[in-house]
Every structure is written in C-alpha cells, then in structure tokens.
C-alpha cells in the first residue's frame, strides 16, 4: 500500500508541472532513439557487409598484390605492380595448382563512360570468360565475353543493369557503342560496343557489379588503362579462384604461395610482395571493423542518454528546492523518510520510463525510416532494445537517488521554515 500511495503521489508531482516534465523526459527520448536507432543501422550496415562478402560464395580466394591488413596486423608489403597477367596463367595451369576449379584475372579501374549525353563514372573490370561463373553472374541479354575476345583484344562490353539504365534509360543497348575514357595526361577515349547485359545481381557481391562494366582482360590492359611494369609484363589487380572443395583451401592458398615465391625469386620462408586471402579472411576481418562500428554507435548514442540523465537530476534538485515546505509538512504529519526517499525516486523512474517508451518509438520509427530510404539497411534488434531501456531505468535510479535523499534527508522544522 505504501509503494502504491507513493506511486500515486509521485504521479501527482509530476502532473502538477507538465510542461517541465516533458522537456525533462525530453533528453531520455532522444538517448533512447539515439541508442536504438544508432545500434540498428550500425547492425544493419554490418550484415550487408557480411553478405556481400558471403554472397560472392564461400569457395573464393583472391590473390591481390602487396599487403594485406587484418586484425590491424598488417603483412610485409610489397609492390602493387608484382602481380602479373603470366602469374594468372601460371596459377591457372593445373599443373602447378590442381585444385583450383578456376581462375578469373581482372584489371580494374574507375573512369568515365559515356553514351551520348549520359555521363557516369564506373568501375571498368577487364577479364576472362571464366568470371561469369566464379561470380555467379547471370546474363539478361546478349552474351558475355568469350575466349575469342580476349585473342582479338575485341571492343566490346557486357554492363551491368544499373549501369545499363543509367547510360541508355529506355534504349536497347546491344549492339550500341560506348565511349570509354583512358586515364592519364594523354587522355582520349575508346569505344566499345555492347554485347550483354547482366541480370541484376542484387549486391551478391562486395564490389556491385550492377554498375560495372565488363570487358576483355586484354582491352582494359593495352587500350584503356597503362598495366605495364617495368619489364614490360602486364599486370592485373586481383586473380579470383574458385576452389574446387572449400575444405582444402588452406592447402590451396599454400599451392599459390608456393607458387608465386617461386616465380617472383623468393625463398620458401620469406614473406612475398602479394597476398592470398579467402573469404573468411576477408569477412573476419570486415566484421572486426564493423563491430568497432557499431559500439562507437553504441558509445555515441549512450552520451546522449547520459546528458538526459543529468537534466532528470538537475530538475528533480530544482523540484525539491520547490517543494521543501511541502516536504516539512508531510514529515511533521508523520510520512517516515522512505515515504519521501520514496516519492522522489519514483518520479524519477517515471520519468525515465516514459521518457524511455518514446524513445523506443521514435528510435524504431526513424530505423525504419533510413532502411526503407534505401540509403542503408537498418536492422531492428531485440538487444538494442532491452539495452536502451534498462539503460534508461538505471539513469533515472542513478540520477534519482541524490534529489531523492537530499529530500529525504531534510528535517520538519527547516523544511517548513524555507521560504
């Protein structure tokens, strides 16, 4: 009976003032959306990550040249021109890589396509036939790009949907020519005709090939882009594999360091100017990042409910200052101390809750907000929920406790001599 009269009295309080209650709860309703809004999109960014990476398919090793970082340890680096087109055909040979189901090289840049007045800038891959199927790409019309193509060193290109919309709105684009421009002082452009449209891959893969634009390996690296080294071999920026049993694929990647060691004249145990890393490598080392992602949004969001935090105590003290005669009076009619400790920490917990329930809303409203806006996925999680509320409740009995017992603590006789 004593908590429930209490209770009421503390709602009576509260009541009395509206106005100040709700620019005090003010602070908890933004923390609350804050954490759970916050937490949703940093969840929500870190499951696409984790997608885009698995979608690509979980029997992918990447050989890329020079370092690699993971679990901020970062291994020797070396040259970004040691990865040549002959180190592609040389892990391809199933001689010396047997267990290497396929082998997909790429050179890639960014530069500016151009189809008549449309203008964008994209990511142009050069590469073989076999990276329709490392990918699991699907053609909408046309073909891909075949052996003979890369013989011929053929103008042509495969774009992707988005890519294809963006360029030719309404226009079919087979058999339509595009304007590719070549980086570098000299400059120019060269055109490529448009043999086939992918099929919308919906991000399946890290790098989103909806906007891509895919040529012949050997166009991109003799009439686009400068891939030359100095011995005047030609590079490539990556060479996919897919291996045939994902279970062997540590004894894959040591076929491939073996390898190239050999061929770029280093000895067994030392440390090569490339990198050969599989999905797992990739994705532990995304989800490190994005985790520090998401507490940071966690961290952020917590001020904020720390700041709200501090507005309940600040006006519970004013509130206190405002009712001492009242507090006197309720004393020397006989209410013990844990009456008045009492009223005080419930107001504050009221305000906490129902500032709490708000936030909740809010934060939810704005997470589905963000994710239907397309910028990035937000996921609406449980935890972050239970998180920001007990969160809530703990400040509002942390910051409760000193007004409370400062009230508490008054003697009847000062108390009703305050004026």
Do not use: C
């Amino acid at each position: 009976m004593d908590w429930f009269e209490s209770l009421i009295t503390a709602w009576k309080g509260l009541n009395a003032n509206k106005i100040r209650s709700g620019l005090t709860m003010l602070g908890v309703i933004i923390g609350v959306a804050s954490v759970i809004a916050l937490l949703s999109i940093g969840q929500g960014v870190q499951e696409s990550v984790t997608g885009s990476i698995t979608g690509a398919g979980s029997n992918l090793l990447f050989v890329a040249p020079g370092a690699f970082q993971m679990g901020g340890v970062e291994s020797p680096s070396g040259s970004a021109a040691s990865l040549t087109y002959a180190d592609a055909l040389a892990i391809a040979d199933p001689n010396n890589v047997p267990d290497a189901a396929l082998v997909a090289p790429e050179f890639t840049g960014n530069t500016q396509v151009i189809f008549g007045s449309a203008n964008i800038n994209t990511k142009v891959t050069g590469t073989t036939p076999s990276y329709m199927e490392a990918f699991s790409l699907e053609m909408s019309r046309g073909r891909f790009i075949t052996d003979s193509d890369i013989n011929d060193r053929s103008a042509v290109a495969v774009i992707g949907s988005t890519a294809a919309t963006d360029l030719f709105g309404g226009f079919d684009p087979i058999g339509q020519k595009i304007k590719v421009a070549m980086p570098g002082a000299s400059g120019g452009r060269i055109s490529l005709t448009v043999v086939g449209i992918l099929s919308p891959q919906g991000g399946s893969r890290f790098s989103d090939p909806d906007t891509a634009i895919i040529i012949p390996i050997t166009t991109a690296q003799t009439k686009i882009f400068n891939s030359r080294n100095a011995l005047g071999e030609t590079l490539v920026t990556s060479v996919n594999v897919v291996v045939a049993d994902e279970n062997r694929s540590d004894e894959i990647i040591d076929q491939i360091n073996s390898l190239l060691l050999k061929r770029h004249g280093f000895k067994p145990d030392e440390e090569g100017d490339f990198s050969v890393v599989s999905q797992a490598d990739l994705l532990a080392s995304l989800t490190q990042v994005t985790n520090i992602l998401v507490a940071f949004l966690g961290v952020i969001a917590a001020i904020s409910l720390l700041v709200g935090g501090i507005g309940i105590m600040n006006i519970m003290l004013v509130s206190v200052s405002e009712r001492t005669r009242e507090i006197g009076l309720r004393k020397a009619m006989g209410a013990r101390r844990i009456d008045i400790l009492m009223q005080f920490l419930l107001e504050a917990v009221i305000l906490s809750l129902a500032g709490g329930f708000i936030g909740i809303l809010l934060g939810i409203g704005i997470a589905l907000l963000v994710d239907a806006s397309g910028i990035t996925h937000a996921i609406i999680s449980m935890n972050s929920i239970l998180l920001a509320v007990s969160f809530s409740v703990s400040v509002g009995l942390f910051f409760g406790i000193y007004p409370a017992n400062h009230a508490a603590s008054l003697r009847p006789i000062e108390a009703l001599r305050y004026e």
